[in-house]
């Protein structure tokens, strides 16, 4: 796909504007128990070398044999891509020399990957949606991991990620700005987590993006590209990208040429530099692995795998805009992660779902942001907002209590009708004693009673002083029609 | 006492059943020959300790009426299947003194049916070779040795074939009842045919290659070399099964192949390929041909000429798809994790001289062909013209088979075993030609059987070859012994190694 | 085809070997008459023939998710030329 990016996607450079194109690939870890061609486990740390089992250390003689779940987490992901299942896939050795690739080769697939092309939508705004190519998926082993600072003159390998499957996610170059790169990860990474196919987390290493930039002038063809090796955050992934085209651009422009070349991002100095080690001309020798036959699978076993696969967030945000008329930027907010989601339907379920939507999306998720928690781990329960919200609904608290309220089930739990009950928080609509207590300000306030009278805005502080006299348990809207018909205005 | 030694595998075994002899006392005389032929140098490693103590084992079972099917028999392992415990280096210096801590699948399946170890046997360098020279341990001597117009024995050094050299030499000389040996071109049949034994490359995926050291993976397959048909049937049954840790290995019943040996050929198809008529084939090749044509004529078979046109491409298709896949599987041997590592400036300085010296000339020539192969630009021209040149080959078997053949008769060799360095040493060709009618059986995954036929002019074995179809081991083994019964004795001359 | 000491040199560093300037023309030559011998494929007719990926027509057999080896740190670091804590050790790699 070559669509252009809007005017507001260019860059100006010294000479005029400029276009960014982004392809990304992103390396997923598969979310296994073992690893994809032995029986050692995928779990992350560990002490060193102790998740290794004979074949990923490549002793004489031992044999990949093929983990029946990363398949199927690899057609999963590919039916969450709505992307084209190869129902015969060939697996290939990558060969090259590294200390922590214990084989001297990688088994990856190379000619005829499990997952062909599918499509991710992005939403950039709640009026902008850009639609990413996926050019493949394909299952690959990690290797393991070299550790150079731990002795002034060598490296130390340990190959407990030896073997651990990957899954590499190739897009297709249509993105223009590290804005949207941005959000296709998100959203990538929003997919693979509803579909419980990899975890998505990037500290640890199980989702990293190899970022293919380059830049042209506008209408012209594809410019020379560079590849950032794994970045390892969704921020850095903008940062990364706007330095890099930043880079190109002014070479460019000083009448320079851009070299393809692997290149790596660091957020501290905010540069990216070459990685010349990895310069060497490669010549990976593919060939099919000879110790695996091709992987075949049957249509009916996609069928079967396809009919167990959870509502996406795509169909998710959908179905709650028709179903519970949320607007669409608040269906997208509540859609981002699975369990947001089941939270809010859970609370949602009988009441008025828009409240609901409010109170999860601007108090809980609010608070939950600003104490740095997530929807796992919220204090306050689908059941408990739905309390809430229900006091709110039937008039039993205002607004104003409710915000108190949530405070009180966040820091110390409880059932919120019984908190109202016990702490008196009820409001008060019983009109004969609002009118008791307007009686007692207007009596006590006759100047300002006159100036009420001259400047109606003065209604306010009565208001004000009525909540007080009750504690703010008095119902707003009473008290403003009381005073009213007391003052006469 | 009578020699031990001189027992087939299924006599001692009946001997053993019948308490005539003990399990040690018989390991006792292995253990004693194989130290008085160290000139053969057929084995790197010899573990006397481990044989006698597993037959006092087996001497206990057989007491308490226990005893497995192989019990205290007595046996030379390759030294390409790993052993537990035991250094397994695929005649190679880059693995000397590499331990390895598990037992291969084939080797566990021997000692579960109660056979014991004598020692690891010499071969060429990862099994790459036909007159087991490319070890790094040092050539293997045959026991056979040419004999001249005026019957005066030559003592010039015989080669025993490869790779399985050290297998095949160390059955002809008696220094154990069997052994096993792997074959990815011809490397069980060739040097069986070498030194007058008996050897099966069974079909691929019959017997798993878990802990053994790959060669070239679409191709290996493990097999024994022993003394007749009959104990070839029995050892193949032991080592054979499904193995869930092989994905290439198939599962299919083990059948009781002993139970095939004398069964009746009477009826079976044999075809006879017009194609293996090679030009300037000898003439004492072509008469044994016919030779074994008319035994199994006289047995009852029926005689057909059939054609297999691609044959003549299998041998440079072969040196194209083993050393590609040999360059990949022997990446692994880089001196991070195991074996042989020379330090250098960089890591892959280290690579680059731990490589160098660690891997012999043959070695390093069908990796350097193997990468080279597979580089850019010739892959499609190369590897992948090869694998579409083997799926004809196949085909033309595939075509013989539907046609009603149940087995193929061939020479196993162009020419009987030569003296050491006569071959190969300036042009490599030279010496892979000795595969010639061997490897069309690997390419096609075919099982075959070598058994010998005759003596060349000059006093050494001549074997044949029977091609069967896949998983059709038994018909091999009784036109085997239908083969075994018609050919004359081939005596080995008294040993001149001790 | 065949191949000039150029390329004996690049095929040489891909597969991790240092040849010698002296070793460097007898390997050539034997690498040419290796590939002269396999020269009459090229004149083989192989269109539309699929390549062989099996010689025995049968499905890759799976294993299921589990957790059954692993944990033998010992095993996997036993033969290592060099080790420390648990860690295989190399030459220092540079990024
Ligand atoms: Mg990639
Ligand atoms: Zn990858």
Same mark, same amino acid.
């Given at each position: 796909m070559n669509t252009q990016a809007p005017p507001s996607k260019l860059i100006a450079g010294a000479t005029g504007d400029w276009e960014v194109v982004i392809g990304l690939e992103i390396h997923a870890q598969v979310?296994?128990?073992?690893k994809l061609f032995s029986g050692a486990s995928t779990e992350?740390?560990?002490?060193?070398?102790?998740?290794?089992s004979l074949v990923d250390a490549a002793m004489p003689g031992m044999l990949p044999v093929i983990n029946a779940e990363c398949v199927a987490q690899a057609i999963r992901t590919g039916l969450g891509l709505k992307a084209q299942i190869n129902l015969r896939s060939v697996f290939d050795r990558k060969n090259y020399f590294y200390p922590d690739l214990p084989q001297g080769y990688q088994i990856s697939q190379y000619k005829d990957p499990i997952v062909g092309e599918g499509v991710v939508l992005v939403d950039l705004s709640p009026t902008e949606q850009i639609s990413v190519g996926v050019e493949r998926l394909h299952l690959e082993q990690d290797a393991g991991k070299s550790l150079h600072d731990l002795g002034a003159n060598d490296s130390h390998v340990d190959l407990?990620?030896?073997g651990v499957a990957l899954m590499e996610i190739v897009s297709r170059?249509?993105?223009?700005s590290g804005e949207e790169a941005r959000a296709y990860v998100t959203k990538l990474r929003t997919i693979l987590r509803y579909l419980g196919t990899?975890?998505?987390n990037m500290e640890q290493g199980s989702l990293r993006a190899d970022v293919n930039v380059s830049v042209r002038r506008l209408g012209e063809s594809l410019g020379t590209r560079c590849e950032i090796k794994n970045v390892n955050s969704i921020r850095f992934i903008g940062q990364a990208i706007d330095v890099e085209a930043r880079r190109q651009i002014g070479i460019l422009e000083d009448g320079g040429k851009i070299a393809q070349e692997t290149r790596l991002y660091d957020p501290a100095k905010g540069e990216t530099r070459s990685m010349r080690s990895k310069e060497e001309a490669h010549d990976?020798?593919?060939?099919?692995?000879?110790?695996l036959l091709p992987l075949e699978f049957e249509q009916a076993y996609v069928d079967e795998l396809a009919s167990h696969l959870p509502e996406l967030p795509d169909e998710k945000k959908a179905r709650f805009v028709a179903?519970?008329? /949320?607007s669409p930027y608040d269906a997208g907010v509540l859609v981002l992660e699975r369990a947001s989601a089941d939270y809010f339907e859970e609370a949602a379920k009988g009441r008025d779902a828009k409240l609901v939507a409010n109170w999860v999306i601007n108090e809980l998720f609010g608070r939950l942001n600003k104490e740095g928690r997530n929807i796992e781990t919220s204090p306050v329960s689908a059941v408990q907002i739905g309390g809430i919200v229900d006091l709110i609904a039937s008039n039993v608290i205002s607004g104003k209590l409710a915000k108190d309220l949530f405070e009180i089930v966040w820091t110390e739990g409880g059932d919120p009708a019984q908190i109202v009950e016990t702490r008196g928080m009820r409001q008060v609509t019983d009109s004969t004693a609002i009118e008791k207590a307007v009686d007692e300000i207007i009596a006590a306030n006759p100047d300002k009673v006159a100036q009420a009278l001259a400047?109606?805005?003065? /209604?306010g502080w009565f208001v004000g002083q009525v909540m007080k006299g009750t504690g703010g348990k008095a119902n707003p809207q009473a008290v403003n029609e009381i005073l009213k018909s007391k003052l006469g205005i | 006492m009578t020699d031990l030694t001189r027992l087939t595998l299924a006599e001692a075994r009946d001997k053993l059943a019948a308490r005539e002899i003990s399990a040690v006392e018989l390991n006792q005389c292995f253990v004693d020959a194989i130290a008085r032929a160290?000139?053969?140098?057929?084995?790197?490693?010899?573990?006397p300790e481990k044989a006698l103590a597993q037959a006092r084992a087996s001497d206990e079972k057989i007491a308490k009426g226990e005893?497995?099917?192989?019990?205290g028999i007595p046996l030379g392992i390759k030294d390409l299947y790993a052993t537990e415990g035991v250094q397994t280096t695929a005649a190679s210096h880059i693995l000397e003194g590499f331990i390895p801590p598990y037992e291969s699948a084939v080797t566990a399946n021997l000692w579960r049916d109660g056979a014991t170890m004598l020692g690891k046997l010499n071969l060429d360098e990862f099994a790459m070779?036909?007159?087991?020279?490319?070890?790094y341990f040092g050539p293997v001597v045959s026991p056979w040795r040419r004999k001249a117009a005026d019957g005066r024995i030559s003592d010039a050094k015989i080669v025993p074939g490869g790779s399985s050299g050290g297998s095949a030499a160390a059955v002809a000389a008696r220094l154990c009842l069997g052994a096993t040996a792997t074959d990815t071109g011809g490397s069980i049949r060739q040097p069986a045919a070498f030194t007058g034994t008996v050897g099966i490359k069974p079909?691929?995926?019959?017997?798993?290659?878990?802990g053994v050291v790959a060669f070239a993976s679409s191709l290996d397959q493990a097999g024994p070399i022993a003394k007749t048909v009959r104990d070839a049937a029995i050892l193949l049954r032991s080592m054979a099964g499904h193995d869930p840790?092989?994905?290439?290995?198939?599962?299919v019943p083990v059948p009781d192949y002993e139970q095939a040996v004398d069964a009746s050929i009477r009826g079976k198809v044999i075809g006879i390929p017009?194609?293996?008529?090679?030009?300037?084939?000898?003439e004492e090749i072509v008469a044994l041909w016919e030779q074994g044509i008319a035994w199994l004529r006289e047995a009852g078979a029926e005689i057909r000429d059939i054609s297999l046109p691609h044959t003549r491409h299998a041998l440079p298709a072969y040196y194209i798809v083993a050393p590609a896949e040999a360059s990949s599987n022997l990446?692994?041997?880089?001196?991070?994790?195991y074996g042989l590592r020379r330090t250098g400036k960089d890591i892959a300085d280290l690579y680059e001289k731990t490589r160098a010296e660690g891997f012999g000339k043959e070695v390093r020539r069908r990796i350097m062909i193997g990468t080279y192969v597979l580089s850019a630009g010739y892959y499609d021209a190369y590897y992948l013209r090869a694998q579409k040149i083997r799926t004809l080959i196949k085909r033309d078997f595939d075509l013989a088979y539907a046609s009603g053949v149940d087995a193929i008769l061939t020479p196993?060799?162009?020419s009987p075993a030569f003296a050491l360095?006569?071959?190969?040493?300036?042009?490599p060709v030279e010496m892979y030609l000795n595969d010639v009618f061997t490897v069309t059986v690997n390419m096609a995954g075919l099982p075959g059987l070598v058994v010998p036929g005759g003596l060349s002019a000059d006093g050494l074995p001549l074997g044949l070859q029977l091609i069967g179809r896949p998983f059709e081991e038994e018909t091999l083994f009784s036109l085997g012994q239908a083969l075994e019964r018609a050919a004359p004795a081939i005596l080995l001359p008294e040993s001149w190694w001790h | 085809m065949s191949v000039d000491l150029a390329t004996v040199r690049r095929i040489a560093h891909l597969a991790r070997i240092s040849v010698s300037e002296a070793e460097a023309p007898y390997l050539q030559s034997e690498i040419n008459a290796i590939l002269s011998f396999v020269e009459?494929?090229?004149?083989?007719?192989?269109?539309?023939v699929e390549p062989m990926t099996?010689?025995?027509p049968m499905r890759m057999k799976k294993r299921a998710d589990?957790?059954?080896?692993?944990?033998i740190p010992e095993k996997v670091l036993a033969n290592a030329p060099a080790r420390e804590d648990g860690f295989f050790v190399v030459p220092k790699v540079i990024e």
């Open positions: 979310t296994s128990k073992s992350f740390g560990g002490a060193p070398n102790s998740h290794v407990n990620r030896s170059p249509d993105m223009r990899c975890d998505g990976y020798r593919y060939f099919p692995d000879p110790d179903q519970y008329g /949320l400047k109606p805005t003065m /209604l | 160290t000139s053969l140098n057929a084995f790197i490693v010899e573990t005893a497995r099917p192989l019990e070779g036909s007159s087991n020279e490319t070890s079909t691929y995926g019959r017997c798993s290659r878990w840790r092989d994905t290439t290995s198939v599962d017009r194609e293996y008529r090679l030009d300037g084939l000898s990446a692994r041997y880089d001196g991070v994790r196993a060799t162009p360095g006569e071959k190969g040493s300036a042009d | 009459e494929l090229s004149a083989v007719d192989v269109e539309g099996s010689v025995l589990e957790i059954t080896d692993g944990f």
